[in-house]
């Protein structure tokens, strides 16, 4: 991810851990490590991986969260080692995991008493691990769910925002590349929101911007210039190249051509 898409996804983090008081990071769908707020690791947690032993058993807890929201392609809600309540949830983009949210070292109001989990801790490091376990945000599994739905959609959004904008994937370059693919097909409004997953206000933005007219417009002239290349370039009778340029119906085929050329398919063929 570009810096500029990070720093814009920290300052969502920020957003979010200033409304809802959790710690989250962002993973990239190989599990790296993309941005992170306020910090990695709580002071709780900062203390206790310094036991080795711990670091190793919270490792592990990392591992089979993933493990197991990349089985599931679901929200994996669960009790670390510690005790404490972590979330790992996929990010899914065209229903392809795309990335992770993970919030995590959370008191709930079930598991707000130290002594609870204090047998599964080092007791050298209990003094202080107490005093620190009181600071951790105590905060029901309820509000987490929302929290992390509402973070979902606002990352899904800054992806799409970034896939939009990809100088390797130009929406404008995919969608010229979807039409003259399926140019016999039905390229409607409704088809193309579908197969690029953007609602309707969205195609008509994007055709705006980028091509200068409705996808209507773009469409039946893609479709004319296929018609054009098809009456220089073969043989083939004017009503086979109505169809393959996916306007089946040949008087309207020869209307618009001749409103958009002025001459009709045969003419422009002898020109």
């Avoid at 679901?74 to 949830?89: D, I, K, P």
């Avoid at 707000?112 to 080092?122: A, G, Q, T």
């Avoid at 929290?147 to 929406?171: F, Q, R, T, V």
């Avoid at 085929?253 to 063929?269: A, H, L, W």
Wanted: charged fraction near 25%; charge should be positive; glycine fraction near 2%.
């Amino acid at each position: 991810m570009e810096d500029y898409n990070l720093q814009k996804m920290q300052e969502l983090l920020r957003h979010f851990y200033n409304l809802t008081n959790i710690k989250i990071c962002i993973y990239d769908n190989a599990e790296n490590e993309l941005c992170f707020y306020p910090e990695k690791f709580s002071p709780f947690c900062a203390l206790l991986r310094t036991d080795s032993e711990m670091n190793e058993r919270c490792k592990l807890c990392d591992k089979n969260a993933f493990s197991q929201c990349k089985k599931t392609r679901e929200q994996y809600l669960y009790t670390c080692h510690a005790g404490l309540l972590e979330c790992v949830s996929p990010i899914l983009f065209k229903d392809k995991i795309i990335g992770y949210i993970v919030v995590g070292q959370i008191k709930t109001p079930n598991n707000c008493d130290f002594s609870v989990i204090k047998k599964n801790l080092p007791k050298d490091l209990s003094k202080k691990l107490i005093k620190l376990f009181d600071q951790l945000p105590s905060i029901n599994t309820d509000k987490i769910d929302s929290a992390i739905k509402i973070l979902d959609a606002c990352a899904g959004y800054e992806y799409l925002k970034n896939w939009i904008n990809s100088n390797e994937n130009k929406i404008d370059i995919l969608l010229d590349e979807y039409i003259n693919k399926h140019i016999t097909a039905d390229l409607s409004v409704s088809t193309l929101c579908s197969a690029f997953h953007l609602s309707h206000s969205e195609i008509y933005s994007v055709f705006k911007e980028y091509f200068c007219t409705t996808p209507a417009e773009y469409v039946k002239m893609r479709r004319l210039k296929t018609a054009c290349s098809l009456l220089k370039q073969t043989h083939l009778p004017v009503n086979v190249i109505a169809q393959k340029c996916g306007i089946p119906d040949y008087n309207y085929f020869s209307k618009i051509f001749k409103r958009t050329f002025k001459v009709s398919p045969r003419e422009f063929r002898k020109g």
